[in-house]
């Protein structure tokens, strides 16, 4: 079953031209209705000089995104129907000033969210760890697209990491009602030699059964590497097959208002060349 509702964030601006015509060419094509999620931050109170409150220079974002919403609106709205898509645009207001907290309660009602990589180093329009919280917040599958460019085609032919653990079965299984009827989809483990007893002889294979099942065609193959990082040795993969889509479990917990990302799923955050779907 196709999913059906898709929620996209709409306050990466710079970037938006290339994330509606990814989001809207998938959307698409799997018949979905689209919820773009325009959220304006509230300004942030902190007690300083003894209890004295201040507001914080997020007033100046908030009085930022209010201008431009009209703008957003419309380009979100023309995109979507280039493709004649069903659409809903939602501006709201946050009760704080993270946009991820507001943009992860749309995420619950909706079947794919979709948001743009973050990059620390440009202002994005989020704050720098808002991919890392709808990852692990959303308790949705999480589309994430890499800056600069639109992609036309995602999950002809997909990439799954594989490792046997239940964040690698939740992505991948959020990954199969995606994938169109005529895809390729090799699933990689990396250094399976590491658990030989999970592994098994042909590791990956009985994952591989169980999609073939499903008239996907499908490979399974190890990936022994010299101690190069998991995330690295998925992308180096993705460039040696020429996959539009990689799938993983993102591993991480959290630590006070933070996130701690496993190397491998921060080095594909930070890196990504092709569309990833990532599931917690």
């Known amino acids: 079953?196709?999913?059906?509702?898709?929620?996209?964030?709409?306050?990466?601006?710079?970037?938006?031209?290339?994330?509606?015509?990814?989001?809207?060419?998938?959307?698409?094509?799997?018949?979905?209705?689209v919820i773009g999620a325009y959220i304006i931050p509230s300004v942030e109170v902190f007690a300083v000089y003894g209890g004295i409150a201040m507001a914080d220079v997020v007033d100046a974002q908030r009085k930022r995104y209010q201008s431009m919403a009209k703008q957003v609106r419309e380009k979100f709205e023309r995109v979507m129907a280039l493709?004649?898509?069903?659409?809903?645009?939602?501006?709201?207001?946050?009760?704080?000033?993270?946009?991820?907290?507001?943009?992860?309660?749309?995420?619950?009602?909706?079947?794919?969210?979709?948001?743009?990589?973050?990059?620390?180093g440009e202002n994005c329009g989020v704050e720098p760890s808002f991919a890392e919280y709808v990852v692990m917040e959303a308790g949705r599958p999480v589309l994430l697209v890499p800056?600069?460019?639109?992609f036309e085609i995602i999950g002809s032919r997909a990439l799954m990491g594989w490792n046997g653990a239940k964040e690698a079965a939740r992505a991948c299984?959020?990954?199969?009602?995606?994938?169109?009827?005529?895809?390729?989809?090799?699933?990689?483990?990396?250094?399976?030699?590491?658990?030989?007893?999970?592994?098994?002889?042909?590791?990956?294979?009985?994952l591989a059964a169980t999609f073939?099942?499903?008239?996907?065609?499908?490979?399974?193959?190890p990936m022994p590497t010299a101690d190069t990082d998991a995330g690295r040795a998925l992308l180096a993969r993705v460039e040696d097959v020429g996959a539009d889509l990689l799938v993983m479990g993102a591993y991480g917990h959290s630590r006070v208002r933070e996130f701690v990302f496993g190397g491998a799923t921060e080095h594909v955050l930070n890196n990504m060349t092709v569309p990833v779907l990532m599931s917690h």
């Not at 290339?18 to 799997?30: D, E, G, I, P, V």
């Not at 207001?93 to 620390?120: H, K, N, P, T, Y």
């Not at 073939?212 to 193959?221: L, Q």
């Open 83 to 120: 493709n004649s898509l069903s659409c809903e645009w939602r501006e709201l207001d946050a009760m704080s000033s993270s946009i991820g907290r507001e943009f992860v309660d749309q995420c619950r009602f909706a079947d794919l969210a979709v948001i743009a990589q973050v990059d620390a």
């Open 1 to 33: 079953m196709n999913p059906k509702t898709f929620v996209v964030s709409l306050n990466d601006t710079d970037n938006l031209d290339h994330l509606l015509t990814t989001c809207s060419l998938f959307a698409a094509r799997n018949g979905a209705h």
């Open 147 to 150: 800056r600069g460019k639109p």
């Open 212 to 221: 073939a099942r499903h008239d996907i065609r499908v490979t399974a193959e």
């Open 173 to 206: 299984f959020d990954a199969l009602p995606l994938l169109p009827a005529d895809s390729e989809v090799s699933i990689v483990w990396v250094d399976p030699q590491r658990q030989r007893s999970l592994a098994g002889n042909v590791p990956g294979a009985e």
